[in-house]
C-alpha cells in the first residue's frame, strides 16, 4: 500500500524552529517531486514547497522563502521541511504529497504544528 | 502569481440534485487543473485532474471540465457522502495554488 507518514509536528514559540519529516511506502519514493502542503485551522489548503526527485529543485511559496528549507533523503524514503523563524500565521496541519503529471495524487494524514507563547 | 477564484464559497443541495462548482483563473492555464474533495478531519482526495481526467476509484457522478481560465466541476445526482469542501488548484508552473474551497451541504 502506497503511504505517507507525517512527523514533527508540535507546539513551539514564535521564533521557533522546528523539522517535519515525512515517510514514504509502498512506491519508489525517487521517482517523484514531492510537496508540503499545508491547512491553517478551520481554513483553505496552501502549497507551501516542493522538491524534485534528485533534490536539486526546490520551489517555495513566497510568505515561507527564507524560512522553510525542503529536504529530502532517497536513501531513506524520506521527506523533510525545516522551519525557522516561526510565525503565528504559520500554525496548520502540514501534509506531506506526493506530486503526480498534474495533480497530488498522494496524502500523508497531517501533522499539527502550533506557533504560540 | 496566478489567483484561482471559486463559486459559490458554500452550497447547500438535496440528495438527487445536479451540483455546479466553479474555479477562475486570473491567467490562462490550458487544463494544468486539478479538483479535490476534503471531509472534516481527512485529507485531500483527488478527484479530476488534467481538467476533465477522472481519478481512477472515483465515482463517475463526479466530473471535470473547462481550459484556459473557466473551469467547472458538477456533481451529477448528489449523495449524502459527498458533503465535503471541494478544491480547485493550478498546476502550470509553481506556487501551485489552490482555490479557497467550496462547502457542499447535503
Known amino acids: 500500500e502506497e503511504q505517507l507518514v507525517e512527523s514533527g509536528g508540535g507546539l513551539v514559540q514564535p521564533g521557533g524552529s522546528l523539522r517535519l519529516s515525512c515517510e514514504a511506502s509502498?512506491?519508489?519514493?525517487?521517482?517523484?517531486?514531492m510537496s508540503w502542503v499545508r491547512q491553517a485551522p478551520g481554513k483553505g489548503l496552501e502549497w507551501v514547497a516542493n522538491?524534485?526527485?534528485?533534490?536539486?529543485?526546490?520551489y517555495y511559496v513566497d510568505s515561507v522563502k527564507g524560512r522553510f528549507t525542503i529536504s529530502r533523503d532517497n536513501a531513506k524514503n524520506s521527506l523533510f521541511l525545516q522551519m525557522n523563524s516561526l510565525r503565528a500565521e504559520d500554525t496548520a496541519v502540514y501534509y506531506c504529497?506526493?506530486?503526480?503529471?498534474?495533480?497530488?495524487?498522494?496524502w500523508g494524514q497531517g501533522t499539527l504544528v502550533t506557533v504560540s507563547s | 502569481d496566478i489567483q484561482m477564484t471559486q463559486s459559490p464559497s458554500s452550497l447547500s443541495a438535496s440528495v438527487g440534485d445536479r451540483v455546479t462548482i466553479t474555479c477562475r483563473a486570473s491567467?490562462?492555464?490550458?487544463?494544468?487543473l486539478a479538483w479535490y474533495q476534503q471531509k472534516p478531519g481527512e485529507a485531500p482526495k483527488l478527484l479530476i485532474y488534467?481538467?476533465?481526467t477522472l481519478q481512477s476509484g472515483v465515482p463517475s457522478r463526479f466530473s471535470g471540465s473547462g481550459s484556459g481560465t473557466d473551469f467547472t466541476l458538477t456533481i451529477t445526482s448528489l449523495q449524502p457522502e459527498d458533503a465535503a469542501t471541494y478544491y480547485c488548484?493550478?498546476?502550470?508552473?509553481?506556487?501551485?495554488?489552490f482555490g479557497q474551497g467550496t462547502k457542499v451541504e447535503v
Open positions: 488534467a481538467a476533465s
Open positions: 504529497a506526493r506530486e503526480s503529471v498534474i495533480a497530488v495524487a498522494l
Open positions: 522538491i524534485n526527485q534528485d533534490g536539486r529543485e526546490k
Open positions: 491567467q490562462g492555464i490550458a487544463k494544468y
Open positions: 488548484q493550478k498546476f502550470n508552473s509553481v506556487p501551485w495554488t
Open positions: 509502498g512506491f519508489t519514493f525517487s521517482n517523484y517531486w
